[in-house]
Structure formats: structure tokens, C-alpha cells
């Protein structure tokens, strides 16, 4: 939990703006952009806290998939923060987009929560 917690904080350092969806752009490639963009993010700010941490996107299952060494008990405050950062960047999603946070110390997913 203590990760999780050091984790949002040092993201939430790190939010300085973000991009929206204008008109005449595909709201699901803008949906995609956002994902990696939400992915750069979390790599960039959580490795300080987690000693292995991959993010990556499945545009078709419309997820922003986290694989990190955290407990079980801390993946959904994880997953809550990164959804919060997204949130606080402006980084749009269409409907259906979500967080899943999975453990490298259990290999399976822990959390899952909304963009």
C-alpha cells in the first residue's frame, strides 16, 4: 500500500496538462493516443517506486494494461491513481476504456477500474 500510495503522489507531481479530442479527430484514435500517453506517464513516474513496471495498450480490448511488482492488497489503489492521473492530465477516453493492473509477484491481474 505505502508503493501504491508514493506511486499516485509522484504521479500526480507529474501532471502538467494533457491533450483533448478536437473536432474532426476519431475520438478511438484519440482514445489510443491518450492510452500511450497515459502509459509514458505511469512508466516514467512509477519505476521509482516499483522495481519492475511495464505498461502497455490494448487498443482492442480498449485497456492501459499495468504489470508491476505490487502486492495484491495495493493493485486497486494503483489502478485508482493512475485512472485519477488520466483524469487530471484531461486525457479522454471513449466509453469502455479501463486501467488492469496486474502483479509480477502473483502473475495474474489484481484490479481493474474505469478511464
Given at each position: 500500500m505505502k508503493r501504491a500510495l508514493l506511486v499516485g503522489a509522484f504521479l500526480s507531481a507529474l501532471v502538467v496538462g494533457g491533450a483533448r479530442a478536437e473536432d474532426g479527430v476519431d475520438t478511438?484514435?484519440?482514445?489510443?493516443?491518450?492510452?500511450?500517453?497515459?502509459?509514458?506517464?505511469?512508466?516514467?513516474g512509477a519505476r521509482v517506486a516499483f522495481s519492475e513496471l511495464?505498461?502497455?495498450?490494448?487498443?482492442?480490448?480498449?485497456?492501459?494494461?499495468?504489470l508491476a511488482s505490487v502486492q495484491p492488497s495495493s493493485a486497486p489503489d494503483l489502478c485508482e491513481n493512475i485512472a485519477k492521473t488520466a483524469h487530471k492530465k484531461a486525457l479522454t477516453f471513449d466509453p469502455g476504456w479501463m486501467v488492469l493492473v496486474?502483479?509480477?509477484?502473483?502473475?495474474?491481474?489484481e484490479a481493474t477500474c474505469k478511464l
Open positions: 478511438a484514435d484519440e482514445s489510443r493516443k491518450n492510452a500511450i500517453d497515459l502509459c509514458k506517464v505511469v512508466e516514467d511495464y505498461c502497455h495498450v490494448k487498443g482492442f480490448n480498449h485497456a492501459v494494461m499495468v496486474g502483479s509480477t509477484i502473483t502473475n495474474r491481474s
